[in-house]
């Protein structure tokens, strides 16, 4: 019986298989094809598929995101959100409450908390924000206890200027003691990172949330109000 001149690494070229008395150029690779070029053609393209696969891993759909929705989830946010969703889904209903309680620095509420509020209002979330929902002349520490006893879910807005308040221990510090003893708290990053935040709140750096450095405020609004919405 005629033996192959490559039994171990397989034919390189097709005029060397040609050549050979037990191929003869029959295109029958058997064994020593999973050592030559095209098994490596092969690994090539399931490496690709198999990178492609991890690629789209790396971002997926929690349970609550309805099939139509566009927006897309890391799995830490899905971590992070997961356990915050099921309190939500067994809290009993009550229309009385506000979806989200927006704990802000006073100095981002003409601005940026403005703008978180409008973007979550047009997604359909109802938001407890003092700007408008602080009476004048009301007491102001008094109106954020109602809020918060009568919010869902807390979501503190980290800026600059709201970690320099943190300093400072003002309102915003005392919003954040409840919001962090209840537990229901979704950090929303703003220009500024986590390595800051660690530095004067590690309890709150702890919590994962949202980043506008990976989404636009509007998506940031979108995952919100799916996290709260409950049919």
């Not at 192959?4 to 295109?27: F, I, L, M, N, W």
């Not at 004067?200 to 919405?229: F, H, N, Q, Y």
Request: some cysteine.
């Amino acid at each position: 019986m005629a033996r192959c001149t490559a039994p171990v690494r397989g034919h390189r070229t097709a005029s060397a298989r040609a050549a050979c008395p037990a191929c003869g150029g029959s295109g029958n690779y058997g064994y020593r094809s999973s050592y030559g070029y095209d098994s490596y053609s092969r690994v090539s393209s399931s490496s690709s598929s198999s990178s492609g696969t991890r690629r789209s891993s790396s971002s997926s759909r929690p349970s609550w995101s309805p099939a139509s929705s566009s927006v897309v989830y890391s799995p830490t946010e899905i971590r992070a959100l997961t356990p915050i969703r099921r309190s939500i889904e067994i809290q009993s209903v009550n229309t009385d409450k506000r979806d989200v309680f927006l704990c802000h620095a006073w100095d981002d509420r003409k601005n940026v908390a403005k703008e978180l509020h409008d973007v979550l209002e047009a997604a359909g979330v109802s938001v407890w924000f003092s700007e408008k929902d602080v009476a004048l002349g009301s007491p102001l520490l008094r109106e954020i206890d109602k809020g918060l006893v009568k919010s869902r879910v807390g979501i503190v807005l980290v800026t600059p200027i709201f970690l320099s308040r943190l300093r400072g221990e003002g309102i915003a510090d005392k919003e954040l003691s409840v919001l962090l003893a209840r537990e229901l708290l979704v950090p929303i990053i703003h220009n500024t990172t986590y390595e800051e935040l660690r530095d004067i709140s590690p309890l709150l750096a702890s919590r994962s949330g949202l980043s506008t450095e990976e989404d636009s405020m509007s998506v940031i609004a979108t995952k919100l109000s799916e996290l709260v919405s409950v049919e």
